[in-house]
């Protein structure tokens, strides 16, 4: 008989696994808070060191940083999406692995301007070469990577925000996702690029390593997010829909994975990873821009019930505003700014919050003051900040 899983019981055992239900205790390592989250988004680097500072008791943008520029026990890469991610550096044989095995879509440059297969793999290689052991900024490493190929990597054949940029550009996400490219510190306002810590790769088979690292991020996006279907997986993923299918098809057949019925339809989690609190996750959290939560946690409409779903979503996409949880679902969206030493954090319910929840956010709007290390206000009223670019 197939097991019924209620919406209830899927987002306790989300947040539990997340690390929202109760925080990492003082002195977890970060990469394992990181890890859980499958990577935190980066684009915005304080909103990556929010979302993992929620997570975890005690924790500021500083330790952050330092996991980063110090240990390097966290590495600044593209992940997921082939956006930036904040990403465990132990766990890099993973990443490369499973990032390479989904397949592409089209190009979308034109003819005359992408690069061939054999161009791509000798820019990634170029990349590599030019990034051990340094950081340069990307006007050096177009310098070094045009030197390293021809001048065919340099034309600036790519339309940009404000100009053209050169061929080899187009495959620098592909360098991060194979593990030849990370961000280092900034020097000045400057981003720079290095090559993150040489790694052992799953398999020394390319074709294995992948079939390997794929079948494991599917394991591990279950365990965080599940149950979930395919087509979910594919969303999260920047994935074919009929390549996801085809996979979690071969997964179960395996006996890998195994069908649940969620929310009366069928959805999958890592076989035998059956248990789901009985206790529903209670009260008020705050989660920034494209945290990994909102983002993953299907079904969409259910998360952002109502007038969340017109409100805390651009378009029906996710992370566009720092959103509030109440009671794991999406209840008003937020915004801070910063000025000097002090914060405000301006906070928009989409309903009226019950005395022991504005209790609560007081106290929330205080931890993200710890992790900014700032002086926080809260204000509740209008966010009238617009969705982030």
């Known amino acids: 008989m197939t097991l019924r899983i209620t919406w209830d019981e899927a987002s306790a055992r989300r947040m539990e696994r997340q690390f929202l239900a109760v925080p990492a205790t003082a002195g977890t390592p970060l990469a394992g808070v990181v890890g859980a989250m499958l990577g935190a988004h980066a684009q915005i680097l304080s909103a990556a060191e929010m979302s993992v500072g929620v997570r975890a008791d005690g924790v500021t943008?500083?330790?952050?940083?330092?996991?980063l520029w110090e240990d390097r026990s966290l590495v600044k890469t593209f992940g997921p999406r082939g956006t930036l991610h904040l990403l465990p550096t132990a766990e890099l044989p993973l990443w490369t692995a499973a990032l390479t095995a989904i397949p592409t879509g089209p190009?979308?440059?034109?003819?005359?301007?992408?690069?061939?297969?054999?161009?791509?793999?000798?820019?990634?290689?170029?990349?590599?070469?030019?990034?051990?052991?340094?950081?340069?900024?990307?006007?050096?490493?177009s310098e070094e990577v045009v030197r390293r190929t021809g001048p065919w990597a340099g034309d600036l054949v790519m339309p940009a925000f404000q100009g053209m940029w050169p061929r080899w550009r187009q495959v620098m996400?592909?360098?991060?996702?194979?593990g030849a490219l990370c961000l280092g510190p900034n020097r000045g306002r400057k981003v720079t690029y290095t090559r993150p810590p040489h790694f052992t790769p799953l398999d020394t088979?390319?074709?294995?390593?992948?079939?390997?690292?794929?079948?494991?991020?599917?394991?591990?996006?279950?365990?965080?997010?599940?149950?979930?279907?395919?087509?979910?997986?594919?969303?999260?993923a920047a994935a074919p829909r009929g390549w996801s299918g085809e996979l979690f098809a071969s997964l179960a057949a395996s006996g890998e994975i195994e069908e649940?019925?969620?929310?009366?339809?069928?959805?999958?989690?890592?076989?035998?990873d059956t248990e789901f609190p009985q206790?529903?996750?209670?009260?008020?959290r705050l989660l920034p821009y494209f945290d990994a939560y909102g983002i993953a946690v299907q079904p969409r409409e259910v998360?952002?019930?109502?007038?969340?779903?017109?409100?805390?979503?651009?378009?029906?996409?996710?992370?566009?505003?720092?959103?509030?949880?109440?009671?794991?679902?999406?209840?008003?969206?937020?915004?801070?700014?910063?000025r000097g030493r002090r914060t405000t954090v301006t906070v928009e319910p989409l309903g009226r919050l019950a005395a022991a929840a504005e209790r609560e956010l007081a106290e929330r709007v205080e931890r993200i003051g710890e992790v900014l290390e700032a002086t926080p206000e809260l204000v509740v009223g209008t966010v009238t900040t617009g969705p982030h670019a």
């Open 205 to 236: 088979d390319e074709t294995a390593a992948r079939a390997q690292g794929i079948a494991r991020l599917v394991h591990r996006y279950l365990t965080a997010y599940g149950p979930a279907t395919p087509a979910h997986f594919a969303k999260w």
């Open 279 to 284: 206790e529903p996750v209670r009260g008020v």
């Open 303 to 338: 998360l952002f019930p109502g007038a969340a779903y017109r409100r805390a979503l651009a378009g029906g996409q996710a992370g566009n505003h720092p959103v509030l949880l109440v009671d794991g679902v999406v209840a008003g969206v937020w915004h801070q700014r910063r």
């Open 61 to 67: 943008r500083a330790d952050v940083s330092t996991a």
């Open 107 to 141: 190009s979308a440059f034109a003819p005359a301007v992408r690069l061939t297969a054999a161009q791509a793999d000798e820019v990634v290689a170029a990349i590599g070469d030019a990034l051990d052991g340094t950081c340069l900024t990307v006007d050096e490493l």
């Open 260 to 272: 649940v019925d969620f929310l009366d339809g069928p959805a999958w989690v890592v076989a035998g």
């Open 173 to 178: 996400h592909r360098a991060g996702q194979r």
